[in-house]
């Protein structure tokens, strides 16, 4: 069974930096590209960022330059660095599994949560 | 970026109704759509992708249509538990984008 379980949201001050981790199971790991998607408080989807098999990496524009993706694929795991957070970072952050032979993202995590408060 | 405008914003319908949401999109992306449900407090899952290709485990009542810029998704002989918000996905090219959403509700 495919499971992705994410941690490290908690409150955070303004300016501040908070590394969220994904731990992946149930796969091979190392083959599937890998995403992070986040959802501000009582609005939609946002994709924040990708990153390949092979280590290809995109940003979206609001987090560009802020926020790193990574990846160990020793420990099935996936990352993202967050750092100068905003307001506007305030959101559940979700992880999610890219599909083979296309990006939509076919299993996520149950998310968490990151507070920035000012 | 690339624009995905679903309507409507919110549809209630009552049990066995078939319902029908559209996605738009700002410029052609094949068939590189997938549909989403979410159901309150949970993470979304993934319904269609390929813009008609059902998910594994998804009920048949769901079916998804389109291409280029104009895509649907239908659901058929609604159940209490379809009471969730979709959201249309293009992954033609980066950034990945989705639709505002659509909140379903059963009376």
């Known amino acids: 069974e495919v499971q992705l379980v994410e941690s490290g949201g908690t409150l955070v001050q303004s300016g501040g930096s908070l590394r969220l981790s994904c731990t992946a199971s149930g796969f091979i790991f190392s083959t599937y590209d890998m995403n992070w998607v986040r959802q501000a408080p009582g609005m939609g989807l946002e994709w924040v960022s990708y990153?390949?098999?092979?280590?290809?990496?995109v940003y979206a524009d609001s987090v560009k330059g802020r926020f790193t993706i990574s990846r160990d694929n020793a420990k099935n795991s996936l990352y993202l660095q967050m750092n100068s957070l905003r307001g506007e970072d305030t959101a559940v952050y979700y992880c999610a599994r890219g599909g083979k032979g296309g990006s939509r993202l076919d299993y996520w995590g149950q998310g968490t949560l990151v507070t920035v408060s000012s | 970026a690339i624009w995905m405008t679903q309507s409507p914003s919110l549809r209630s319908a009552s049990t066995g109704d078939r319902v029908t949401i559209s996605c738009r999109v700002t410029?052609?992306?094949?068939?590189?759509l997938a549909w989403y449900q979410q159901r309150p407090g949970k993470a979304p899952e993934l319904l269609i992708y390929?813009?008609?290709t059902l998910q594994s485990g998804v009920p048949s009542r769901f079916s998804g249509s389109g291409s280029g810029t104009d895509f649907t998704l239908t659901i058929s002989g609604l159940l209490s538990e379809d009471s969730a918000t979709y959201y249309c996905?293009?992954?033609?090219?980066?950034?990945?984008?989705f639709g505002q959403g659509t909140k379903l509700e059963i009376k």
């Open positions: 990153i390949s098999a092979s280590g290809t990496i």
């Open positions: 390929a813009a008609s």
């Open positions: 410029q052609d992306i094949s068939t590189y």
């Open positions: 996905q293009q992954y033609y090219t980066f950034p990945f984008t």
